[in-house]
């Protein structure tokens, strides 16, 4: 009678050799750990969202994570069937619609972590600050695209500047909008617009706003 032994082994770069029962164990842990922890990403409210008043699933509702424009949602994980993420913001946790947020493109966890203490970013129900606008359109050549985006952080380019000509830069606030002239430069620059003050402002410090 032919007897078959299964054996699991490790391929290292140097040895081949049978696993542990200890090895198992540890790869098993690592591999959970690495399943049960979702993808973790900041949004910022666009709207004002009750769900009591505005939910599509009024079974649910309660369920859902209210919110005002400018609120900063840590969320986990894609979207759901119905287009909801799961986040949690100002203590609560629920489902956000997904049509009522928009990402912010930070992936450095001290931006994060300090993005999560501000709580806010300044802006209205639209998306905008009170008074934002494009300070003069003819000066814009037809074959340059124009994008809105947001701040997400103060910049003073005299204290923060990389570059040793840091007076053809703009400074702004957190929450100013900024108005996107063409493309980014090799540098990682803009060259925006902001209450017609215009220059170069860093691409990591924005965020892009859909058109209303």
Do not use: C
Request: hydrophobic residues 40%.
């Amino acid at each position: 009678m032919e007897m078959r032994l299964e054996l699991d082994v490790l391929i290292f770069p140097d040895e081949v050799r049978v696993a542990t029962p200890e090895d198992l164990l540890e790869w098993e842990l690592e591999t959970a750990s690495q399943a049960s922890i979702p993808t973790v990403r900041l949004f910022v409210a666009l709207y004002p969202y009750n769900p009591a008043a505005m939910s599509p699933n009024y079974e649910t509702a309660a369920e859902e994570l209210p919110f005002v424009p400018g609120q900063i949602i840590k969320v986990f994980g894609d979207t759901d069937a119905d287009g909801f993420y799961h986040g949690e913001s100002g203590g609560l946790s629920g489902f956000v619609p997904s049509n009522m947020v928009a990402e912010i493109p930070v992936d450095d966890e001290y931006l994060k972590h300090l993005l999560l203490q501000q709580g806010f970013l300044p802006v209205d129900h639209t998306g905008m600050s009170l008074s934002s606008s494009l300070s003069d359109t003819r000066s814009v050549p037809d074959d340059v695209v124009v994008r809105r985006m947001v701040a997400l952080f103060d910049y003073d380019p005299w204290e923060s500047s990389p570059n040793s000509d840091s007076d053809a830069e703009l400074g702004f606030r957190s929450g100013d909008i900024i108005y996107v002239l063409g493309d980014m430069d090799p540098d990682g620059f803009y060259y925006g617009d902001l209450h017609g003050r215009r220059g170069l402002v860093p691409s990591n410090f924005l965020q892009p706003l859909p058109w209303n």
